[in-house]
């Protein structure tokens, strides 16, 4: 179901479409007036007061219709009758007017003379008002309105002549003969006139319609995005927003194996204390970027910013392949942008099922991990501060470990909120005091 919002914005941009598509064709038809008038005129000839009252009565339906839209008055349907009256009454005036001239021309003359291409400026302001159907509807009506116009034309030749009247050997003389007798009707050039201009009126539909489908993917993608944000912070990187707006069901509550990254700046109270507070911010602010970066560099994502560290996820919400290795390459990717920034950073990683999904109310939601992987990784990283340590992980990170990563075992430790000492790896070769995390 298209979103209301979007569907009003479309409704506002039709209806400011419609209008400027209705006064170019007014403003078109009172040109017209004057280019009747001024052209007979100079050639000698008075104007026609049938062609001018009907052209005058074109333009004041145009400001009639122009002044209703938008308003209480305002229908669906107008729009319609108001191309069909527009399309009907210019056939309708190209078999007429001769009929009321003077000399009394016969209308297949005049209606061969004129050409279906006057139909066409209407087809074509029909798009602005975005509506696939109205433009569409267009061009049914001038295919309607030329053979109807044509039907007239030729009730009152008595020998209707056309193309397959031509002899077999024909010459230039059949030819000319064909073509300048006030007989020939040419029935398959109005075949082709019309379905010309039926498929042009399609093709143009067709891309109104696909327009609007931009337009309302374009809004998906915004209202996606904005959910992101909520979710995320301001903080998701382009390349890892277009991938959770590709697939939505990423942030549907799931339970997946991953590897959850817990960072924390060393000593970053001590840091603040003393130094211009939008300096810290703005220090810190530019870190967190580049970690954010790095990290989705990785394939991992930023859950969320705890004051001066992170929490970040691997393999959740976003799916890749092994996610302990890409933790483990994600973790030296840090401690070099830390160290660019002149901070020590602290990282604890662990790997096992982690536990995703939206919390918060309808208003306000965010994307969250949780679960045993989550807190173990959270007080890995509160060992490595008791520890002096850089890097802990447990041991489903180390046994994805590589000899270059220099992971050293560290035994059993204690870990606060955990019942059973759990193994411990760490990059540094710093030993390990007794006692409990805190």
Known sequence: MRDQAALDRLLRAERQGLRLA???????????????IASRTANGHMPDPLIITVLSLFAALGVGAFLVIGTRYDRWWLKYALYAVDILGICVLFVLAPAFHPS??????????????????????????????????????SVIGWW????????????????????????RDDYL???????????????????????????????????????????EAEAAREEL??????YVPEVIAERLVADRETLAPQVRRGVALVLDIENFTKYADGRDPAAVIETLGSFLADATDAISAREGVVISFTGDGLLAA???????????RAALDAASDLLACAEKHGFRVRIGLAAGPVASGRVGSSRRQAFTIYGDTVNRAARLEALAKDAGATVLTDTGVAG??????????????KIRGFEVPLE??????????GGTAG
């Open 229 to 234: 944000q909520r979710a995320f912070g301001r």
């Open 400 to 413: 994805k470990a590589r000899p270059d990563d220099l992971l050293k075992p560290l035994g059993e430790q």
């Open 148 to 171: 109807a116009a044509f039907g007239f034309a030729v009730s009152g030749v008595e020998t209707p002549l056309s193309w397959g009247d031509l002899p077999v050997n024909w010459t």
């Open 22 to 36: 209705i006064f170019c064709r007014t403003a078109a038809v009172a040109l017209q007036i004057v280019w009747f």
């Open 314 to 324: 691997f393999n959740t919400p976003l799916e890749i392949k092994a996610p302990e």
């Open 424 to 433: 411990v790896w760490s990059k540094e070769m710093t030993a390990l005091p």
């Open 104 to 141: 009394g021309i016969e209308p297949i003359l005049s209606f061969r003379n004129q050409g279906i291409h006057f139909l066409f400026p209407l087809i074509a302001m029909a798009s602005l008002s975005l509506s696939w159907r109205l433009v569409a509807w267009s061009g049914l009506m």
């Open 177 to 219: 003969a064909l073509v300048l007798s006030p007989d020939f009707i040419a029935t398959g050039s109005r075949v082709e006139e019309t379905g010309f201009v039926m498929v042009a009126a399609l093709i143009l539909a067709l891309a109104v319609h696909r327009a609007r489908n931009v337009f309302f993917a374009q809004i």
